[in-house]
């Protein structure tokens, strides 16, 4: 692996479930540790409840850490104040699972791209960078998208342009959660796409969280797999779909290949 760009050590989250005597805590994380290189792919993989999103979460600081660090270029940030975590953020992005959600419904495109832009200072709708970044994830030419609303685009449009918002700041790491979920499957192979040809453009690393094996194997260079709050296997992916180590891996394994049969039967 490359020098790391984010570092996650020994992070532990807790919430509150339940009322009265049902009270309890449930560890969404458990010393969850992982690294992310300069440039770099990882995919994060498990089933919902696994806990990987609210590590997604914890990472851009949308949740607090219980315990943990979390480093970004050697710089420990977990217990930043707001203020001090801006400029960090400059350097980081999240990709939200649901576009539907992610785009403001009466905010056209090139106003939704370039939020990040505008919240720095560096930039506004009518810059070029807004352009660029459209072009770049495939919606081209990006005039014919920068005065859409978002019920004016497809669900994969929607997705790219989530990406090119994404891109816009040229941020250092993209945290993506579920990026492919709510396009057709015919369309998750050219979201993929996207993701490999900007990392390879612009030396981003991709935080990729998903359920999808067969995403996670296509788009990222690692791999690490989460089970009910704790990271059970992590390594190069091609190696861990080949040879898993842990019971729950090979289980997931498993049902997607089960599943692939299925659908080829079908």
């Known amino acids: ?10 992070a532990s ?12 805590r449930v560890a969404a994380l458990d010393d969850v540790s992982l690294a992310v290189g300069e440039g770099e792919i990882v995919a ?6 696994s806990g990987k999103s ?30 001090q975590l801006r400029h960090l953020r400059r350097n980081m992005h999240l990709v939200l699972q649901d576009p539907y959600q992610s785009l403001h419904p009466g905010m056209r495109v090139a106003s939704a791209v370039a939020e990040p832009l505008q919240i720095a200072g560096t930039g506004r709708a009518s810059s070029p960078r807004v352009y660029e970044a459209l072009e770049e ?5 990006a005039s014919d998208f920068l005065q859409r609303y978002p019920h004016q685009l497809s669900g994969g449009q929607r997705q790219r342009v989530v990406l090119a918002r994404a891109l816009v700041g040229r941020p250092r790491l993209v945290v993506a959660d579920e990026p492919t979920s709510m396009v057709d499957a015919t369309l998750r192979g050219s979201i993929v796409q996207v993701i490999r040809d900007l990392r390879d453009r612009h030396g981003i690393a991709f935080l990729v969280i998903t359920h999808d094996l067969d995403m996670a194997g296509a788009v990222g260079e690692q791999v690490a797999v989460m089970q009910q709050g704790r990271l059970v296997e992590c390594g190069r992916t091609a190696e861990v ?3 898993p180590s842990d019971p729950y891996t090979k289980m997931l394994l498993h049902a997607a290949a089960e599943v692939g049969r299925l659908e080829t039967a079908g």
């Not at 989250?13 to 309890?24: A, E, Y």
């Not at 994830?137 to 030419?141: A, K, R, Y």
């Open 44 to 49: 994060l993989v498990g089933e919902s409840g």
């Open 54 to 83: 609210t590590l997604g979460r914890a990472v851009v600081g949308l949740e607090r850490l219980d315990s943990g660090e979390l480093l970004f270029d050697g710089v420990e940030y977990a217990r930043l104040r707001e203020r």
């Open 1 to 10: 692996m490359t020098d790391a760009i984010l570092q996650i050590r020994d």
């Open 137 to 141: 994830v495939g919606l081209t030419p």
């Open 13 to 24: 989250k807790t919430f509150r479930t339940g009322t009265g005597s049902r009270r309890r």
């Open 241 to 243: 779909f080949q040879s």
